[in-house]
């Protein structure tokens, strides 16, 4: 009698062989395979001073000579960012929500003050005009909530079938004062990491309105935008050398990265990572880490150790750092990996993901 194997379709995704010959969902994970299929084939042709610093946003400056350059000489953060969450709708936001504070956030984790977006938007043929609607004004509160405008925009319909309802890229421009010198390749022997609050909402948010939980929860995504956190940060500390959003595999690929950019080693402490009730039950039923779970109203900062507990209260007073911590230290070795003290007193590496967790979150 055969054994019949079973599926692994649905909510986790195994880790594919690694090979380049096709696409897969894990290139889309924004772990190992997406930045393998970064460096392998986007970074050599596109290679350039501002992309290759490899920080969610690209940090350019006004060249002499510029039209710009007699009234302002200051720099501009740009980044662009690419939407196709499903379903459209979840608790706590939509695709029209998570495309502008996708972007705000990538441009403020460069201390950039967020200024302008564009938005393009992929319609599939039979799209509910209702549906529309109300992504586009969800789209509106948020940048109202953000203080950005959307000035650009273009809209292109495919045939039905050729698609899955809505995909929306948006482009985001701001504003990098003087003196603002942050990036992932800047964390420094003896800073200490913060992170803004619990952890993994978005994921299992978004899981739960594919119904894919088997239960129902509470749990709502923490999108939202994060750029009036990070003004309310660099108001109270000029010594903030690293802000990520930890989005598509969450805080510990986020880390790795950091990691990897700084060449250093990051030491953070299991119990002092804030993970709510809901979120932590929900993960520990369908066997995810939620350090590996994405979050989209989140944010770490890596901060020089002198201004660590200033910038920490500035988080706790504004709006979405409530409930930020310290979770860690920079240390020197092992250079590029990032370590977990766990709650048994062990400590464990906390390595970067392969493959899909969670596909289309974002």
């Not at 690929?253 to 953070?268: G, R």
Request: glycine content about 10%.
């Amino acid at each position: 009698m055969e054994t019949e194997i079973p599926s692994f379709e649905g909510p986790s995704c195994p880790i594919p062989l690694p090979h380049r010959e096709r696409i897969l969902m894990g290139h889309g994970s924004g772990g190992k395979m997406s930045h393998d299929l970064i460096m392998q084939v986007f970074n050599p042709p596109f290679s350039n001073s501002a992309l290759d610093q490899g920080d969610d946003a690209g940090v350019v400056s006004v060249l002499p000579g510029n039209s710009m350059a007699s009234t302002w000489n200051g720099r501009l953060a740009i980044s662009t960012d690419s939407h196709v969450v499903w379903p459209l709708f979840f608790a706590g936001g939509d695709i029209g929500k998570l495309a502008v504070c996708g972007t705000v956030n990538d441009v403020a984790m460069m201390g950039a003050e967020p200024l302008y977006l564009s938005a393009g938007f992929i319609l599939e043929e039979g799209l509910d005009i209702v549906t529309l609607h109300k992504v586009v004004t969800s789209m509106q509160a948020a940048a109202r909530e953000a203080g950005v405008t959307i000035v650009a925009g273009d809209t292109k319909v495919v045939q039905k079938g050729k698609a899955d309802s809505l995909y929306i890229n948006t482009t985001g421009v701001g504003i990098l004062p003087e003196g603002v010198e942050i990036s992932g390749k800047n964390a420094q022997v003896g800073d200490v990491v913060i992170l803004s609050g619990p952890i993994g909402a978005h994921g299992m948010a978004v899981l739960e309105a594919r119904q894919e939980l088997g239960f129902e929860s509470q749990i709502q995504s923490d999108v939202a935008p994060l750029n009036h956190l990070v003004h309310a940060m660099l108001n109270e500390s000029q010594r903030i050398h690293v802000l990520r959003d930890p989005t598509r595999g969450g805080l510990a690929t986020t880390l790795n990265e950091i990691a990897k950019q700084s060449q250093v080693s990051i030491l953070i402490d299991e119990i002092t990572i804030p993970v709510e009730p809901a979120v932590a039950m929900a993960c520990e039923m369908l066997g995810f880490d939620p350090l590996y779970v994405a979050n989209e109203g989140k944010l770490v900062a890596i901060v020089e150790k002198t201004d660590s507990l200033a910038v920490l209260e500035a988080m706790r007073r504004s709006k979405y750092g409530t409930g930020a911590v310290i979770i860690g230290e920079i240390q020197s070795e092992p250079r590029g990996r990032v370590l977990m003290r766990t709650s048994f007193g062990s400590t464990r590496v906390m390595d970067m993901p392969s493959g899909e967790l969670l596909p289309r979150i974002c």
